[in-house]
Structure formats: structure tokens, C-alpha cells
């Protein structure tokens, strides 16, 4: 029966940042080679693409150029704001402390 090594097994639990026991150990020796092996099936599939994996969608956005605006002016956004202070905008706590 093929295995993994124990120092491999300590390696994806420090990777997973997780605490395994020694029985734990001997038992992900066994099943983790059997995910991997499923895994490696992968590459016998025809036509198998690696970016197929990454982004299974074509990548043709096209975004507009950037264009450069007047600004806004700080007095009539100021008219639309609930609240402000002085030139700042108050807008309510989202994160405690």
C-alpha cells in the first residue's frame, strides 16, 4: 500500500496550520496519497488544459480608456450629504472596536 511520508503529512497540516495527533498521522499517510493519486488523474484527461482549470471562460474584456473629467465641486456635493464636517463627509461606524 503506498503512503505518504509522516514528514510530508506535518508539512500540509503546518501548511494547513492545523494540529494532528500521531494517530491522525498514520491514518492521513494513507488517505491523503489516495486524494493525491485522484488528483493526478486529472492529467489523463484529453484535451486536458491548464487553463482550463485557472479560468474556464475567455478573457476578452474590453475596458474603456481612462479620461480625464473636471472635478466635482466640494460645495455641491456637500448639498446632497446627510451629514458633514466641514469638507469631510460623516458617515457612520461600520467597525467596533
Do not use: F
Not at 503546518?14 to 492521513?28: C, G, N, P, Q
Not at 489523463?44 to 466635482?72: F, H, N, Q, T
Amino acid at each position: 500500500m503506498e503512503k505518504l511520508t509522516k514528514e510530508e503529512v506535518m508539512h500540509v497540516a503546518k501548511l494547513a496550520k492545523i494540529k494532528v495527533s500521531d494517530e491522525e498521522i498514520s491514518r492521513y499517510e494513507v488517505e491523503l496519497k489516495k486524494l493525491m493519486d485522484e488528483l493526478d488523474k486529472i492529467d489523463e484527461v484529453e484535451g486536458y488544459d491548464e487553463e482550463m482549470i485557472i479560468a474556464p471562460w475567455s478573457c476578452d474584456a474590453r475596458l474603456r480608456e481612462d479620461s480625464e473629467k473636471d472635478m466635482l465641486d466640494a460645495k455641491e456635493v456637500l448639498k446632497n450629504v446627510p451629514r458633514h464636517s466641514g469638507n469631510y463627509i460623516e458617515v457612520p461606524v461600520v467597525i467596533n472596536e
